[in-house]
């Protein structure tokens, strides 16, 4: 099975812990057959290869996200960088011919494509695997899954079938009616649309073609932020008359809210967490290291993070995005490609941060023209290069970096460094590249 | 008028904001007429001299507290320092003690003793002020505040009056009853204890002089860690047929948990927090610098701190005592002599805070024998001696202290550092202090 997952962008909607760069797919909150956690990318790709060890993984995802995915599954998983965000036929259409041009795969061979972060049970991926195979016999040109309704939902689209048969063709689509219409569609055997389906890899080719004049990764990738930003259902499904659609009967969630996460969570709290005996149905993700304590709540989800602090009632917590769109303020957390860091201290000309470095990674060489940098080493051992020399570092050892210092660390075991930064304009974006020198 | 104000321990019934050593009475929540936040203790200071600008004030607190006073009050208030916690008597005439050889109060001028918590109107101040001179005319040796109840509230204990006038005996005291007995004692024109008595300073000291031996300062200070741990009404108050009971009509409240804390606030959020407009009844006082975030809550008290998170329903806040005494945390933020210190970061073996010197203060000359520190300058300007060589400091230093190094910095203006310290056994305890040198 070639298998796409969309990784979505940036989660609001489950703020505190996810943010502009930390998108909800990569939070570690599901524990794991071993007792501990995973993020929904992590369970996800753990199913598929439970369902499939020899599927191949692509993810469909922007550029912010590599080096989370990287951290979070390995070098091996396959991934379609989106240079920009263009919406699902472009990265569907990129993924697609990425697999056919950077990993060989045939116009005739199929691919699924499915959000990275359904919360479902292992069967579900027993049958995006059936979706795979339906729409490599052709009868249809895309084969949807069709998730068997328990309840006339309003969130959901939903799909009208021919029949009743486990794999039908598809009479209409339905857009989010209110419950009373949805109830009608239901009686009719109307499925919801979970956004999953499969079809052959030249299919989506062939529609890339026809809108762009190419296909081809390279021409796709460069000139990707001139694409249209255009859906996936817009584009092809609306306008595509052989469409087939796959029951499916299990248990499926999606995790847009606070309210369907704590659903999914198999333990009320993550994290360090007191609750008195007076709670009823109360959640607690806490990534702090201070305690967070509940009395006396009831349907109520509270999140703790480096970015904020989260008490809502779990209903109320699906009006959370533009409440958070309002706030404006500084990342206080962010995984990067060589660990993470996180702000402990904002001052008004400094800013003092917490960085972590996997072993064996390192920073790129770089300057900064308007600050000055302290690093205090912590624990772990490493080496750093100043200004084209290099010395070992080990806890205690202090690196002053006036502006325009070149530099880098190199982590042998996991190094941690407080880094002071000081200077009137402080900013991510002053940061100078230069190549690695010979030392 | 001299006044003895009471300044009790540690108030873990209003964690996180209080904890081990930093007191409810310390936290600023109130706004004040020019819409600045003041403490509980600057609250009743303020309202003190506004009743009676003459008035002296000694506050009878463990050591701990001094910093926190001297910061919120001045250098100018007179502090009775208890050199450990031994109730009510032993703290009320060994600041009677202080007022009489310290400040050579004779000893038949009246004392009026007050917890330094009560959120109370002004006119309860003119209130302790005639108290005072009720005690001077000496018609009975202890004249009592009774509060006129507005509720049968099991929360206080009762004092019931001889008679109706606005100055009458007592003829019995009743400790907190059930809510109908309580109302079967209003019926017959009981007032609340607030726990507020006025009487002459040969009273306490002939009281001390009974029990212990001896009524002098310097010896009860001596002696203190000796003295019995007794109350001021089991010593006294229970065994003196003469006293007398003056009624107080206004406002009162005792700010013990956090729902008659919240009844105090005048606006519902107290720091960097947003209420969305499905709360009722809520309440937050966040001391971080991220957002708290509120949804759907009702009567829902949340407040956040370095040491931690609360939300409680507000019912049952008042068994939070319990629950935090089981928490066991390292203190994340203290107020000191020379300003105030705040953890950042807590690692294996280092520990990384945020030191913030008041303007014109020092730290104690000192070194510590297990840990090596790293300091960084990040605003103001001073002078630091380290191993007996001073050196200017501004924003950018960096100043590396081995474990032995004897240190200190001198703050010209406000000075922040960033402290990482460095070592196996980071503890408090490992701080040796070293005459200041000549330098």
Redesign the interface.
């Known amino acids: 099975m070639h298998i796409i997952l969309l990784s979505g962008g940036s989660g609001k909607r489950l703020?505190?812990l996810s943010n502009d760069i930390r998108s909800k797919q990569f939070i570690k909150i599901f524990k794991t057959p071993e007792g501990d956690y995973e993020s929904m990318v992590q369970r996800v790709y753990r199913q598929i290869r439970k369902a499939d060890p020899e599927a191949s993984v692509t993810i469909a995802a922007p550029k912010a996200q590599i080096s989370a995915i990287h951290n979070q599954l390995g070098q091996n998983v396959g991934i379609s960088v989106e240079p920009c965000r263009r919406d699902t036929f472009p990265a569907i259409v990129l993924a697609a011919a990425y697999l056919h041009d950077m990993q060989g795969v045939g116009e005739e061979e199929a691919v699924v494509v499915c959000p990275v972060d359904p919360y479902v049970e292992d069967g579900y991926f027993q049958a995006l695997k059936e979706l795979g195979n339906q729409a490599r016999l052709g009868e249809a040109n895309l084969v949807l899954m069709g998730i068997e309704p328990t309840y006339p939902s309003e969130k959901y689209g939903y799909i009208l079938p021919t029949g009743p048969e486990q794999t039908s063709f598809v009479s209409a689509f339905k857009e989010k009616p209110d419950a009373k219409t949805a109830a009608a569609y239901i009686a009719r055997g109307a499925l919801w649309n979970g956004g999953v389906f499969a079809c052959k890899v030249g299919y989506l080719l062939k529609h890339a073609r026809e809108r762009f004049g190419f296909a081809d990764y390279q021409r796709l990738y460069e000139s990707y932020d001139s694409l249209p930003k255009i859906s996936f259902d817009y584009a092809v499904v609306e306008k595509e008359p052989k469409i087939q659609v796959r029951r499916f009967y299990g248990a499926w969630k999606d995790i847009g809210t606070w309210n369907t996460l704590s659903e999914a969570m198999e333990e009320n709290t993550v994290g360090n967490a007191?609750l008195?005996d007076?709670c009823r149905n109360v959640h607690v993700l806490?990534e702090?290291?201070?305690?967070?304590?509940?009395?006396?709540?009831e349907n109520?989800v509270?999140s703790?993070s480096?970015?904020?602090?989260?008490?809502?009632?779990k209903?109320?917590?699906s009006?959370?995005k533009p409440?958070?769109d309002?706030?404006d303020?500084q990342v206080?957390f962010a995984e990067k490609s060589w660990g993470s860091y996180r702000v402990?201290?904002?001052?008004?000309?400094?800013l003092?941060i917490?960085v972590t470095l996997n072993p064996g990674s390192r920073m790129n060489y770089h300057s900064h023209s308007r600050r000055?940098e302290?690093w205090?080493v912590?624990?772990g051992e490493g080496s750093a290069i100043l200004d084209g020399v290099r010395r070992e570092v080990k806890?205690?050892e202090?690196l002053?970096m006036e502006a325009g210092c070149r530099h880098t660390v190199i982590a042998a075991t996991e190094l941690?460094i407080?880094e002071?930064q000081?200077g009137r304009e402080i900013n991510v974006s002053d940061k100078q590249k230069h190549p690695m020198p010979e030392v």
């Open positions: 703020w505190p007191i008195n007076t806490n702090l290291s201070v305690p967070v304590v509940c009395m006396g709540l109520v509270v703790a480096p970015e904020g602090i989260l008490v809502s009632d209903g109320q917590s009006y959370l409440i958070v309002r706030i303020q206080m402990l201290d904002v001052g008004e000309e400094s003092t917490k000055d302290v205090t912590v624990s806890p205690g202090v002053t941690r407080i002071v000081l």
